[in-house]
């Protein structure tokens, strides 16, 4: 009990770099995948395996702030953050999992477009991420923060660009089905990301 | 830093009325655009307009937040209304952008009621925000949050009854597909409305 | 006010084991009602007292929680299991719900063994939060979170599996529209039974 008010060095900082780490590894591996027109067995295996990883560090991290009272950045944040980037991977993940149940095989153009942008948003959140170090880097750090807001507005008008022409254009219900998901959870990765950059903004503000 | 230690007067009751003020103008738009069948390139900007302005409050009320430490009310709870009620905001716009996209034209007798009993849930919120600041006409705030409570059970009964309907009677499926997303976005609202109010009546129960 | 400090005996252990209680009620009824292929409108009148006495006992911790400063482990915890204990009920509510409204009158053998796992789950889920009251029990604790985990990748499997025959056999798309849904919300249930697992492994870490 009492070893809870020790400031043991516990690495958060590269804890947290670890798990936007595999969000990168996740978002570049997704869009390999997607340039080729479908998600392999071997792909789906290698994607699993980086959010399987990534369950581990988010889980270090979880355990590690029960085990202590002395956090670098409020425990509230760290906890948060753990959580959020632990769902971009997962949400990576299933996208993967579900674009091979549904058997798709043709490369999309939206998709495409989407997978550039959740390569740049993740790249974003990576750096916001190693910016939490030194907090005397503000400036890099929130450029990042707005580039990644500016990633989740850009996702917003895809998604409903790509609505726009599945609806129009595509007649089979379900491959509507299909598609409004994948296009719907292609835009939540990114949704997610903000969510990391706002926490970050916000640990910025309160240590300002 | 030690800036933070001063009860510096943010006016968080005045900026959460702000927002619920949105949520209000919001609803009447919506209702007003319901009632012709449709949402139009102007109602939609409209609608951006206000979710927009929404936003900015929002961003207000964390940012200071994070930049005091004494507030008037539990900070996580103010922390979470904000959240809610930009949610409010930002699922009416969803509603209005995907009645768009859908090419949504006629008049449906569900979303009408919808539209009615999400104006008067608003209202009720709204009652109840604005009751925050004196926290002796509990019986006012109370009322209020019972109301919004019995909305939210209304707006589920109307969902299901909208629902059996629609796999009744449409045989298209693409627009089982599409009224299947409306109406549940707009029961939606309801229940972060709910949300709220729960909110405020835990904040009444602290103080009591 | 000055109640809030004294440390009244609010019997949150007692409450906590009502709900789950009320989840294992829930997950009963909902697997013998899956064995016979449909709900009646008697099973989910059945199921709606159960929500609504599990509601009215969310209610009484959370209240109380408000009303007391001491509380024999982290209040966010509480907080945090009385909320997701109530979406267990509410979740397989709905889901007998929708089965009635969309008509389903086939025995399904997924559905059947998601109903049997869910079943699994919420007893892991009994046996996790009785073991809260004494906490030297942490061996048997911990080996119901690790079932409960177990059955949350089980789940996993259960719904690609399920996903992948209905894609694959299923020509209907309206009937693609309401299995979909019902697998979909049958796994998030056991989503709901690994958070409060999570949060049960959380307090045991923070109180070894």
Redesign the interface.
Known sequence: ?FD?FLPKEYNFFGLLEKQAGFSVAAAGLFKTAVATGSISEETLKKMQEIEHEGDEVTHSI??QL??TFITPIDREDIHALAKEMDDITDMLCTIS??MK???ISRVDKYLLEFADIIEESVLGVLCAIKGLRDLKNVKTILKACVEVNRLENAGDRKR?EA??EL?ENEKD??A???W?EIYQEAETVLDICEDVTNIVE?II????
Do not use: E, G, Q, T
């Open positions: 009990m809870r979880l355990d029960d085990k999992s579900r149940i549904y058997k409903d609505f726009i609806f219900p379900i509507i089905i299909k409004k916000s503000v309160k240590n300002a």
